[in-house]
């Protein structure tokens, strides 16, 4: 079993849709968690970190379930340019790094 | 303006070759990292480090070499021994450990 696990999709949507992808992780040892988002064939850009009391950022909300061991992101009136790649990321503390989900493709249609 | 600066962004290496891919960051991050991701798949650590003249191996360290001299740098070397060495590699630095990450825009390498 991976350490994280996303949901790859892909998820096509229309504009103006909410959507929301699950992540799943494996070592309760984890202690900080973060959502990037990869354009195809750029670098991934950190899009937010993910709070244990949740937290929004515009159109933009994730949770975080510690008992269940997953996080959540959820994006509202989905636009054309939220089209990407969304990657899941768990910081683990005893190992001292993070670990990368494969990633959840969205796209976003007129 | 401050970030993280890869180069170069496009590296060819003929077979049996060892190569050296740079990353320099201005941000005064004090652990950077080195991933790979082969298309469609997710990223892969190679190789990170917390702090200078100190280093760790992550997953996938065979094949690859790194140093930190400085705290701006941290170079990868892709030695011959890496089999299948054809990816896109990214850089990245952060404040700590537990903190988000900064990406350089990434080295595709290519083996021909």
């Known amino acids: 079993r991976k350490e994280v696990e996303q949901d790859p999709g892909p998820f096509n949507v229309p504009e103006g849709a909410t959507v929301a992808f699950n992540c799943t992780y494996s070592n309760s040892a984890s202690q900080s968690f973060f959502w990037y988002r990869q354009d195809c064939r750029k670098e991934p850009k950190l899009l937010m970190s993910?709070?244990?009391s949740g937290n929004e950022d515009g159109r933009f909300t994730a949770q975080l379930n510690r008992a269940s061991q997953y996080i959540s992101l959820l994006i509202r009136d989905s636009k054309l340019s939220d089209s990407a790649t969304y990657l899941c990321v768990v910081y683990n503390t005893n190992a001292g790094k993070s670990t990368f989900g494969d990633g959840t493709t969205l796209t976003v249609k007129p | 303006d401050g970030g993280i600066t890869q180069s170069p962004k496009y590296l060819f290496r003929k077979e049996g070759q060892n190569v050296t891919l740079s990353c320099e960051q201005n941000?005064?991050?004090?652990?950077m990292y080195w991933y790979r991701q082969d298309p469609g798949q997710g990223l892969r650590l190679i190789y990170y480090?917390?702090?200078?003249?100190?280093?760790q191996k992550g997953d996938i360290a065979e094949g690859y070499s790194v140093s930190r001299e400085k705290k701006e740098s941290f170079p990868l070397t892709v030695t011959s021994a890496q089999k299948n060495p054809t990816a896109f590699y990214l850089c990245?630095?952060?404040?700590?450990?537990?903190?988000?990450?900064?990406f350089g825009s990434g080295t595709r390498l290519t083996v021909v």
């Open positions: 480090s917390q702090i200078v003249n100190d280093f």
């Open positions: 993910v709070y244990s």
């Open positions: 941000l005064n991050h004090d652990a």
């Open positions: 990245a630095s952060s404040v700590t450990n537990n903190y988000g990450y900064t």
